[in-house]
DNA sequence: TTATAATTTAATTGT
DNA sequence: ACAATTAAATTATT
């Protein structure tokens, strides 16, 4: 229908309910949406508006020969009517305004996919608890702004290489895309998240413009990424989807889930390089592996990384890592488990109680997996198997290699143990990672890092993104290191990397001091020693 | 070649000021045709673009579910970033607009078929300097539309009775369409114009939407009808093929062209009766035959009719008549005459001259007389008799009844003697009429008008259509007549309507004030007196 | 005024 | 041809 669109509207109050219903947050933003629905957002638009008074644009006598003025001049003929024209009521146009929250994450998901398809968009919108229209409008309004904006156009899906004459000359700092602070030669999915979490280390995207904190999936290169942008420069650390055992999703606010990814084995960090003087010439730009750099480096003896995001798309990562996952053999039908955090009141409206399974989405790609999202007490305690924990969804696939599928971890949020660090963030909530969590992996011996190439061009100004980030909520501290100690492998990982020839076979076990390569100091082969693991945040040291 | 868009639209920049001159109406009529045939504006869409960047919409990798994205992320569209990019791919949509001419006539098209054919959607193309395509598409999207807006569904091909459940009660009041305006019973053949004339009663049509003025055609009723939809009523004249004596063709403005006709007597009035309260309620109306209503009761007296509207269609519709009229004997091998009142630079190129003959099209229904719009300057010299005056096609079939076929009529427009009326219409010129034109009906004593039924159920709030509708591009002036002369017949007609009991053998030869039925104040048999037939347009009666 | 939500129209793609 | 979508152009709101 012209307009599935359309036809939306044409039932406005009815369906723009349900779906505000199905999905968590609904309170979330409430109040507005309710808004809008209660009166029938989707004011229906073009449903019926008699004669559409624009019908009659730009009389623009012009005629035929006449080539007419540009669009410019038009006067409306409006006027020109008899005054009758507007008698007839004028469907009021209700002009429903983005919230901020909202906003985050239609900027991150525009980052990640200027288009998204109306299956993605109605993920989105059951999300962000917008209509889908309106979610659809804006895209096409963000779309038009970006293409106003200066050919920046960074694309969404970019194929290959990074065209290397990307840096046209309008790069007037705005938009300096996601794309092109991520500057990966294969397309990714950008995964909507606040909050970031290994160890003690943690990290906290601030505002929607500036991506300090961004969580990406790789479908080429089969691998998770959480990027970080400090102090202009960038750093990563990807997961291999092979790297990872476990996964765990808990309901944490409205909208957003905590998902968790237990580790085999460290992931492989990266940082920026940049050849060129000028920090903000994205052109020369190149990733260049390197040690932890995390604080302490934790996330080398940690193995368990919490990432807090929109619980849709959180859980549609979940499910699809699942599914591709190569290496198990139960990931076909490992049942959903329901869960959920918040309190009854809170409970969406169980709108598609009757859907037992999941759909194919017209694309292909499948199913947002609203089912997970949608917390209907009756089915969420008597589906499953009982072993699990009803409020955590603990997929049993990634147990399978090197846990027993037996013992689900206590839900790590909420949790008695939160800390309680004043955020901002509506999405954001403070969650306990217990150390011991690591526990299976670690019980074999998994733990390991690597040595970095150690060739960096980085300025010595470059702070480490550690927990805090020049603008954080809560009582950052402005870390930067000089990176004092080069990175050097003191410890075996359970398994070799043959694709990168220089990584250590030895990783340390505990580290005694923040590290970070520079490019002048750090040399192959070079360990670093760090402190105790489960570094408190108040531990934060700056090594300015 | 293949992309035309990547012809259109080579200059990405500009376009958007560009296109507003680029496309359509500037070539409407001259240079633009060139570029048609040339290359062929219609993007050909399908045809084969190689590579239009559009093509690759949407890798969508976005779900995790595929994996192999690599390459796909495709190409995005804009080209991120790089300089490089206008190098190549650039092919833009150019977007065009319609006229609002344009617009006028394509709604009456659609009016009346809302699927052309592709032989008459390449009529109405060349009509109003539009490429074919991009009417298709305009159909296209228009039935688009009109199916969105409710089930207003009109249909086009309704091929006999209206369906009388056609009114679904989703009836909101828009797009009462044409066909509901008009509700004949019987299939009808939209003829879009744009003014009427007879003598200085004239009605122009304002807004494509409201179907003010609109000329059809009924071949089950055989007859020609002239409907004015004014103030929420409709009125309509029938002038059966019968009564027809002469036409005459000329053209007018690049794509329209003037139609008059002679008529042996006057036709048959109607007024739209409305026994429901609700004026917008369409279920129950139905036609009454009435008076003259024409302000000064001119139709009566004045048999010329003068309608101005596409070029084509009018010559088709005269072409069809003379096919169809069985008085005649003559009638298949009168020669077309060519005739031009353009200046040679307003010509729209010949851009078919090697096409000699009519063609079919695939509808069966016959050809769209493109040659008598083409203005060939060599050939409307040279064929045909030499005693027509060239610039008037005058058609000798409908002279050979009442009139020598020898002389023909001074063409009426343009004419020494057109009046200057200021007019912002551009398709839109004013013209003389002379009096003497009806001349050979009125030396045979045709002048008749008839008694009303009477028994109206119109309310007295219904303006009568004279010359100033609410909205006229002149200096229009609202007139609300009263109706405070009922009807009666003065003058007895030549001719015996038979099939009319009700109707007066007298008609007013001069009638001294304009007339108009009431419901309750005409009976029949009552005559109305009115003044001199040519009244000036300055003397449009406010009779409200 | 700008910025952004919403609407309408022309065009594209895929079926 | 139609359905679905979208870019482009506009209108309208805040």
């Known amino acids: 229908m012209g307009s599935k669109e359309s036809h939306t509207q044409i039932y406005p109050a009815f369906e723009s309910r349900r779906r505000v219903s199905l999905h968590i947050e609904t309170p979330a933003f409430s109040p507005k949406v309710e808004d809008d629905s209660g009166d029938d957002y989707p004011p229906s638009s073009a449903s019926q508006s008699p004669i559409t008074p624009a019908n009659i644009r730009r009389p623009r006598s012009a005629s035929a020969g006449s080539d007419s003025i540009g669009p410019s001049s038009g006067p409306q003929r409006v006027a020109s009517g008899s005054g009758k024209k507007n008698e007839r009521e004028r469907e009021k146009r209700k002009r429903s305004r983005v919230t901020p929250d909202q906003l985050v994450h239609l900027e991150q998901f525009f980052a990640g996919d200027r288009s998204p398809t109306a299956a993605r968009r109605k993920e989105i919108s059951e999300l962000l608890g917008m209509h889908e229209r309106q979610t659809q409008i804006w895209f096409q309004n963000r779309r038009a702004k970006a293409k106003l904006q200066g050919g920046k156009a960074k694309g969404r899906p970019r194929s290959a290489e990074t065209p290397p004459e990307a840096p046209p000359a309008l790069s007037t700092g705005y938009d300096e895309d996601l794309h092109s602070l991520i500057h990966e030669d294969e397309p990714v999915t950008i995964i909507p998240c606040t909050d970031l979490s290994v160890g003690s280390w943690r990290r906290i995207a601030t505002s929607p413009e500036k991506h300090d904190l961004v969580a990406y999936l790789c479908d080429a290169k089969r691998c998770l990424t959480w990027f970080i942008h400090s102090a202009g420069y960038g750093f990563k650390m990807e997961i291999p989807f092979s790297y990872i055992v476990d996964t765990e999703f808990t309901n944490a606010a409205p909208g957003s889930g905590l998902a968790s990814f237990t580790l085999s084995q460290p992931p492989l960090f990266y940082l920026e390089h940049v050849p060129s003087p000028e920090p903000n010439e994205k052109a020369l730009r190149y990733w260049k592996r390197c040690a932890d750099w995390t604080e302490g480096q934790q996330a080398t003896k940690i193995l368990r990384h919490d990432l807090i995001g929109s619980a849709v798309q959180l859980v549609h990562v979940l499910r699809n890592l699942h599914l591709n996952t190569p290496n198990t053999d139960v990931q076909l039908h490992s049942p959903p488990y329901y869960e959920s955090s918040a309190s009854p009141m809170e409970l969406p409206q169980p709108s598609m109680v009757s859907t037992p399974g999941f759909q194919q989405d017209g694309d292909g790609a499948d199913i ?151 490019e002048s100091s750090v040399a192959p082969g070079d360990v670093i020693a760090s402190g105790i693991a489960a570094v408190s945040y108040e531990s934060e040291s700056s090594v300015q």
């Open 368 to 518: 947002p997996p609203e089912e997970f999202l949608q917390i209907d007490p009756r089915r969420a305690h008597s589906v499953g198997p009982s072993n699990i924990a009803p409020r955590s969804y603990h997929d049993p696939v990634f147990l399978a290699q090197d846990t027993p599928t037996s013992a689900p971890f206590p839900p790590s949020f909420p949790s008695p143990t939160a800390r309680s660090a004043p955020l901002n963030t509506p999405l954001f909530f403070d969650y306990s990672v217990p150390d011991v969590h690591t526990g299976e992996s670690d019980e074999q011996g998994m733990l390991s890092t690597y040595a970095a190439p150690l060739e960096y061009g980085v300025p010595s100004s470059i702070s480490p993104p550690y927990s805090a980030p020049p603008v954080l909520y809560r009582d950052g501290v402005q870390i930067i290191s000089q990176y004092p100690n080069p990175p050097s492998p003191n410890r075996v990982p359970q398994r070799t990397f043959e694709h990168f020839g220089q990584l250590s076979p030895d990783a340390p076990m505990l580290l005694t001091t923040p590290y970070y390569p520079s």
